[in-house]
């Protein structure tokens, strides 16, 4: 059995396999990039190995780091995780050629399903059914646009050793074809250094149906059932389920028998899938769902066949490298209920899914459900890797268990510090589509307005930012701060007089009209709270000088008072300098305590390629500096602060 175990991965899958390790007695041992040294995963490993820069071409995908890190450390395996180097193949090879164990499938398997053309060609031959498509070496482009009319419009043009959504163009009609193909030969070429293409027949209303396979040095394969990711937001799984919804008993048989012939096709060892595309136009049925690609390796959503198998596939994955036969017989594998997982990600889905980076400063979770992370309170989410927060799992005994069960946890868990895609979440999962087991890899792509305007969610956030406010102005919360308007007049600001009777009176419900001006979202708005207003609909929770507001079920907003300073027709709000996307602070040109003036440079972001320079928007004097140069910034960050000049 092995004893020790190097995780050449990060994040989340590497504190997921260091507590499989730890509970089977095996040490673990970490690597980490400059951007990782306070990493979850580095203090959970008995020892941890520095590799590098941040850039993960300079440490997570440098191959010989990674082995000599094993070596210093005396780990006798490596598990690669998924992502970075876990489907190379010369990798897998340097690994086994250096005396060490490698956690995963035969670099020759890896290489087999490596490049889809050669894999559909060996699946066919094994009589695992194929999308109807062109899988031939020639590459002119006259003879592809040909075959793509064979086949018949729409067709799909994919790389042939493309993945994660690169290196493939959806095309409808004839005469798109051409820029279609050029587009994806040159992205093809950048992203894995081979611009050959196959042609597919497009399915118009596509499932992402994929089977969880399991082999051994013994000659065993089994399947672990299927998984439903077919919702997808540019080719990248958002939720993923399991057993797959409309699934009957004969179509499960069939496909799941189809992913164990391909397995053994390449003589398959250790954790893969089998991905496969339905047709769903008339339902899910075995003759319309066809082989697409195989992942030799651990999948990201792999917690939910777990959860409704009961196996703890990390465990089997060091148990099979280690030279043991499979636990399990097919026979005694069963499902058990309905899982589902959802991916957390810092990003901003409002502005096109804009990452976000920044730190976490507020994190709590319901305790009742699984999470897997590799963050905690505190922990910074980087601009160097994918800005995945956190996998949620729900298990239920059907499936409208486990979607309530995930609900709960996204109404009930905590981030507060950078935007995330909670809210999207939750909205995806109450559609009722979702709901009714109607999805297909559209779905996310025809609702995407929906699911992402926030309008009319940040007037209800104000709202009750400002009776948040009002409510909390009894006990001297920050009183001194506020502006407060009875029937537009305004009061004197303070603790004591009109402001304060106001606000006792509005607690205990009396008829009171009052407005009060909030910052939300980096914009000032005045809100009149009606003097019959009783919505409760809503959670807040007091933090740093304003709330922290929840609405629609799992949308939080910041919202703080607006602040003014008397004599100088300036708020203090207008003189925040704020970033107005990710980047990178290049160059600071002030200090604190300098006095500006209106238009003068303070300093300049990096952020997408581009350089933006934030100015003075009044004569006034820098009385906070945040910025620092080559610092790294979320958006609406706070980077510097005017006041006006007397």
Known sequence: MIKSVLIANRGEIACRIIRTARAMGIRTVAVYSDADAKALHVRQAD????????????????????????????AEAIHPGYGFLSENAEFAQAVIEAGLIWVGPKPASITAMGLKDAAKKLMQAAGVPCTPGYLGENQDPAYLAEEAGKIGYPVLIKAVAGGGGKGMRLVEAPADFADALASCKREASSSFGNDHVLIEKYVLSPRHIEVQVFGDSHGNVVHLFERDCSLQRRHQKVIEEAPAP????????????????????????????????????????????????????????????????????????????????????????????????????????????????????????????????????????????????????????????????????????????????????YRLICTDEFEAGEVDTGLIGRELGALTDETELIERAALHGAVAQIVSAHEGYAASRYRWYSDNEPLVEGLSGDPWQQAINFRLNRQVPISVEVCISGERRTIKVPSDWNDVSANFEAYGIGHMVRVGGAFWYYVTPYRAESGTGHSAHDGDILSPMPGKIIAVEVSEGQAVTKGQKLLTLEAMKMEHTLTAPFDGVVTALNAVAGAQVQVEALLARIEAGE
């Not at 820069?53 to 082995?67: D, Q």
């Not at 012939?261 to 136009?281: C, L, M, N, P």
Request: some cysteine; overall charge negative; aromatic content about 8%.
């Open 47 to 74: 020892e941890a190995v520095h590799i590098g820069p941040s850039p993960a071409r300079e440490s997570y995908l440098v191959g010989a780091k990674i082995i000599a890190a094993a070596k210093a450390t005396g």
């Open 246 to 425: 409309g699934m009957d008993e004969a179509t499960r048989e069939a496909v799941c028998a189809a992913a164990v012939r391909a397995a053994k096709a390449v003589d398959y060892e250790g954790a893969g899938t089998i991905e496969f595309i339905a047709d769903a136009s008339e339902g899910l049925r075995a003759d319309r769902i066809w082989f697409m690609e195989m992942n030799t390796r651990l999948q990201v959503e792999h917690p939910v066949t777990e959860e409704i198998t009961g196996v703890d596939l990390v465990e089997w994955q060091l148990l099979v490298a280690s030279g043991e036969a499979l636990p399990l017989k097919q026979e005694e594998l069963g499902i058990n209920g309905w899982a589902m997982e959802a991916r957390l990600y810092a990003e901003d889905p409002a502005k096109g899914f804009l990452p976000a980076i920044g730190k976490i400063e507020h994190l709590k979770w319901s305790g009742d459900r699984r999470i897997e992370t590799g963050v905690k309170e505190g922990s910074e989410i980087s601009p160097f890797y994918d800005p995945m927060i956190a996998k949620i799992i729900a298990h239920g005994s059907d499936r409208y268990e486990a979607i309530d069960e995930l609900q709960k946890e996204l109404e009930q868990m905590e981030l507060w510090g950078l935007k995330t895609n909670q809210g999207f979440l």
